[in-house]
T-cell receptor, first 113, second 110 residues
Framework: DTGVSQDPRHKITKRGQNVTFRCDPI?????LYWYRQTLGQGPEFLTY????????KSRLLSDRFSAERPKGSFSTLEIQRTEQGDSAMYLC???????????FGQGTRLTVV | QKEVEQDPGPLSVPEGAIVSLNCTYS??????FMWYRQYSRKGPELLMY????GNKEDGRFTAQVDKSSKYISLFIRDSQPSDSATYLC??????????FGKGTKLTVNP
């Protein structure tokens, strides 16, 4: 499978715990995006990387959220001290040229209990 | 006012019907207009994108943009049960950030 890969697909965690998600973009795609999608809503932009540089962040990305792309390949999104409001689908996308050709992964569904 | 408004439906049509899905937007700076299809518990899949006002056709799908009225549409001809999904409009203003509508859930009944 040469698409965008996200791991895990599902995560259930207790409130207050830390969680980390991983995204493997399509090989050679230098742009990587994270979005969050809650039930009945469209995806909301969280952050964007070009290679290893994090170039844009949404104000949705509070201090509890941190994203990295250390070698310009895979990316991780960590949420510290999870809250019930963090329950959502976390989507990763990658592209080579621009966002008009971004491919999304299947997402990581987070449930905070 | 939200940047992108989309009627969430749900929309239910018989097989073979023409489907019209619509979004309005508020920011004149938006330049890129996209439609995504999302099946249940899957990531969004890009269907079509366009930069300019007018129509763009791809098989049974036609995307239409009217920048003067800030209105975009997706038409699906000869709809099939396999078209049943949530359709999301997405718009961008030149940055790397897509602004999505809420999505319209479509069911095509055999």
């Amino acid at each position: 499978d040469t698409g965008v890969s996200q791991d895990p697909r599902h995560k259930i965690t207790k409130r207050g715990q830390n969680v980390t998600f991983r995204c493997d973009p399509i090989s050679e795609h230098n742009r990587l995006y994270w979005y969050r999608q809650t039930l009945g809503q469209g995806p909301e932009f969280l952050t964007y990387f070009q290679n290893e540089a994090q170039l844009e962040k949404s104000r949705l990305l509070s201090d509890r959220f941190s994203a990295e792309r250390p070698k310009g390949s895979f990316s991780t999104l960590e949420i510290q001290r999870t809250e019930q409001g963090d329950s959502a689908m976390y989507l990763c996308a990658s592209s080579l040229q621009d966002l008009t050709e971004a491919f999304f992964g299947q997402g990581t569904r987070l449930t905070v209990v | 006012q939200k940047e992108v408004e989309q009627d969430p439906g749900p929309l239910s049509v018989p097989e073979g019907a023409i489907v019209s899905l619509n979004c309005t937007y508020s920011n004149s700076a938006f330049q890129y207009f996209m439609w995504y299809r999302q099946y249940s518990r899957k990531g969004p899949e890009l269907l079509m994108y366009t930069y300019s006002s007018g129509n763009k056709e791809d098989g049974r799908f036609t995307a239409q943009v009217d920048k003067s009225s800030k209105y975009i549409s997706l038409f699906i001809r000869d709809s099939q049960p396999s078209d049943s999904a949530t359709y999301l409009c997405a718009i961008a203003a030149g940055s790397e950030k897509l602004v999505f509508g809420k999505g319209t859930k479509l069911t095509v009944n055999p």
